[in-house]
T-cell receptor
Framework: TQLLEQSPQFLSIQEGENLTVYCNSS?????LQWYRQEPGEGPVLLVT?????EVKKLKRLTFQFGDARKDSSLHITAAQPGDTGLYLC?????????FGAGTQVVVTP | DTGVSQDPRHKITKRGQNVTFRCDPI?????LYWYRQTLGQGPEFLTY????????KSRLLSDRFSAERPKGSFSTLEIQRTEQGDSAMYLC????????????FGAGTRLSVL
């Protein structure tokens, strides 16, 4: 059972479009991480957000942590085919990661 | 390459057989984690080690599963009497003790039980 709900489950867009994926929970987390996973590989950490209301930018990716530290969003501007992958959020409490089911993003040229 | 390595990358076995996977963490990382990931799901925590000590095990880890990290370096995960429901990707991750919750994942071992 995944305590973190991610939406949408699947997103297919054209190169150059923007997209937002969401991560929601009824639990409060001390921090939250976003990972990207490509087929046949393990997840790779993109960002850690710690403070409620925090916004972090990583090139074309913008991550936001909700004020109550229960939810987060990832926004990608001008998506590129290289952004294709499974985006996973993971809540952290007492050093333990709890993952959502992920959003599969496909960016077509 | 000094990342987390897992062996084998793929394993096909028949139901009832035993399998063993190996994980070599990043050198000097004290913590080592095992996760299981099924299709359409995120990784689920199985167990973790601080050096050679197994500190926590998930309820997902039935008595057919056993993990060891005998010298505090590499780890093995054994599944006895495999069942079709064990088919999944088994991921290993490592982190330094002071790593601020940063875990580095291996590429995983994909297990298919026929």
């Amino acid at each position: 059972t995944q305590l973190l709900e991610q939406s949408p489950q699947f997103l297919s867009i054209q190169e150059g479009e923007n997209l937002t994926v969401y991560c929601n929970s009824s639990s409060v987390f001390s921090s939250l991480q976003w990972y990207r996973q490509e087929p046949g590989e393990g997840p790779v950490l993109l960002v850690t957000v710690v403070t409620g209301g925090e916004v972090k930018k990583l090139k074309r990716l913008t991550f936001q942590f909700g004020d109550a530290r229960k939810d987060s969003s990832l926004h990608i501007t001008a998506a590129q085919p290289g952004d294709t992958g499974l985006y996973l959020c993971a809540g952290i409490n007492w050093g333990k990661l709890q993952f959502g089911a992920g959003t599969q993003v496909v960016v077509t040229p | 390459d000094t990342g987390v390595s897992q062996d084998p990358r793929h394993k096909i076995t028949k139901r009832g057989q035993n399998v063993t996977f190996r994980c070599d963490p990043i050198s000097e990382h004290n913590r080592l984690y095992w996760y299981r990931q099924t299709l359409g799901q995120g990784p689920e925590f199985l167990t973790y080690f601080q050096n050679e000590a197994q500190l926590e095990k998930s309820r997902l880890l039935s008595d057919r599963f056993s993990a060891e990290r005998p010298k505090g370096s590499f780890s093995t995960l054994e599944i006895q009497r495999t069942e079709q429901g064990d088919s999944a990707m088994y991921l290993c991750a490592s982190s330094p003790t002071s790593g601020k919750n940063i875990q580095y994942f291996g590429a995983g071992t994909r297990l298919s039980v026929l």
